[in-house]
């Protein structure tokens, strides 16, 4: 998928000190309750344009998720599923989102991912392996951009290793290190990162890396020196780099993301932008929908609840073949008004490294069926395949009594292999996930120290062809 060029931003700026009474403690994730009110939706000039990669599969969040949600892993090492975006080998369906790192005073091109944690940089020497059998491949296999070197400011942290291993051979190992990194204008000094050195990855060719922006607990830092010993094993947590800003009151606990989308798909275009203490200052709507975030995963050490994800509620979904159809957004029963299906949906994560919208079976075969003509679910991929030219339906997603209505563009997709795929597709009964394909349309908030999600609508929406905007509240 391709994105147009992100809206300029102004030079204007806000205080982004965090407040006196902000704590992120590694265990403060943990904590089911929010640290602090909502900080506020202001402009920062602490911001990142977003560049675009081509990935031949799917991000490393959304492998991670699809795993989790299904249940297939062995030994505690998840694995990929072989659905979903990782059956998209086509450039067009398997766009990821860059921004510049600097570390130790050199510039990287890196994944952002908000259903990750680590950052990582891979070693100027590197250990290419092929995934399906871990034989020694040559680098240029791995497609990495340029590697990274240890650098003065760099150092090793003694009896720890990097793992993210998946039990199909694809994997990430190395050291932990601390390194002073530079990320939206903002420089935290010895900050924990990965440095991998042996890797079986399927690279974009541009990007050396990559930050998460999840939680701390899925930090993939072990103890010892041998990354084959921590199958099974704990990780030992770690304040991920946003993390690190907030706990030394460096910026506001809070970031947020505009995607945007290239309609000509051209090979320059940008992603969008990425605000770290606030928001940039690109259009959007008047009004915002909250929702808080929940939490989705267990302390395997002490049984407890734990943030991992960036999950939400959402009050349900919007399907229709009437563009001009009412819905019962406040779920009233009104029967003059079309009802929202599988409402209310609990632990719905928000995440920037999944391309398409993984909904409810049911969500997912009602919006199929509303198409016309209508898609069918594929033998050869076992993903709703559609007419690249087919009219497409009303869809949208209700949160907190708002629907946040699809742009038509990003429902049908176009993989390049002679066939065109729905942009939400079935989640199987598992994790019900909302990618790129929502987060297009809207401006997304991850205010962190409140423990809130925040959308605001920020697309036109097509409608018969002419584009409108304004009109009903749930665009700008």
């Not at 931003?9 to 590694?26: C, E, G, H, M, Q």
């Not at 009412?326 to 003059?336: A, E, L, P, Y």
């Not at 409402?343 to 016309?372: E, R």
Request: proline share 5%.
């Amino acid at each position: 998928m391709r994105f147009i060029e992100a809206a300029a931003l102004a030079a204007l700026t806000v205080p982004i000190a965090a407040r006196d009474n902000f704590d992120f403690r590694v265990n403060q994730p943990r904590r089911l309750v929010a640290v602090q009110r909502p900080s506020p939706n202001r402009v920062t000039g602490n911001t990142i344009p977003l560049g675009r990669a081509n990935t031949k599969t799917n991000s490393l969040s959304a492998g991670y998720l699809q795993a989790i949600r299904s249940g297939q892993h062995v030994d505690g090492v998840y694995s990929r599923l072989q659905n979903g975006t990782a059956q998209l080998l086509s450039v067009n369906a398997g766009s990821v989102f860059l921004a510049p790192l600097q570390a130790g005073g050199e510039m990287f091109e890196v994944v952002i991912d908000t259903g990750s944690s680590d950052t990582w940089l891979v070693n100027n020497q590197f250990t290419c392996v092929d995934p399906t059998d871990s034989e020694v491949i040559d680098e240029s296999q791995c497609a990495f951009g340029p590697t990274y070197s240890l650098s003065s400011t760099a150092e090793q942290v003694p009896n720890r290793n990097f793992n993210i291993s998946y039990a199909d051979g694809e994997r990430l190992n190395g050291q932990i290190i601390t390194e002073d990194l530079t990320f939206a204008g903002i420089t935290v000094e010895n900050q924990t990162m990965g440095l991998v050195t042996v890797v079986g990855w399927y690279g974009d060719g541009t990007s050396s890396g990559l930050v998460g922006l999840a939680y701390v607990s899925l930090t993939n830092q072990y103890g010892g020196s041998n990354p084959s010993a921590d199958v099974g094993g704990l990780n030992i947590p770690y304040n991920p780099l946003l993390t690190s800003m907030f706990v030394e009151n460096l910026t506001a606990p809070i970031f947020s993301i505009a995607l945007d989308r290239d309609v000509a798909q051209t090979a320059q275009a940008a992603g969008g932008v990425l605000a770290v203490g606030g928001i940039p200052n690109i259009p959007h709507g008047s009004s915002w929908a909250s929702a808080n975030i929940s939490v989705v995963g267990i302390d395997a050490a002490t049984g407890q609840p734990e943030y991992q994800f960036y999950a939400i509620r959402v009050d349900g979904w919007a399907v229709s073949k009437n563009w001009n159809a009412d819905f019962d957004v406040k779920m009233t029963g009104n029967t003059r008004k079309t009802p929202l299906l599988h409402a209310p949906t609990y632990n719905v994560i928000v995440d920037s490294g999944t391309t398409l919208i993984y909904a409810p079976t049911d969500v997912a075969a009602a919006l199929a069926a509303a198409f016309d003509p209508p898609s069918t679910i594929s033998s050869t991929y076992g993903l709703y395949t559609v007419a690249c030219n087919a009219t497409v339906p009303r869809f949208g997603v209700a949160v907190s009594s708002k629907i946040f209505y699809i742009n038509p563009l990003d429902l049908i997709i176009d993989t390049g292999l002679g066939f065109c795929v729905l942009g939400v597709q079935s989640n199987n009964g598992g994790y019900t996930i909302i990618g790129d394909v929502f987060m297009r349309n809207v401006l997304t908030v991850f205010d962190v120290g409140a423990a809130q999600v925040r959308f605001s609508a920020r697309q036109c929406q097509l409608t018969n062809g002419a584009i409108t905007i304004g009109g009903k509240a749930d665009y700008f």
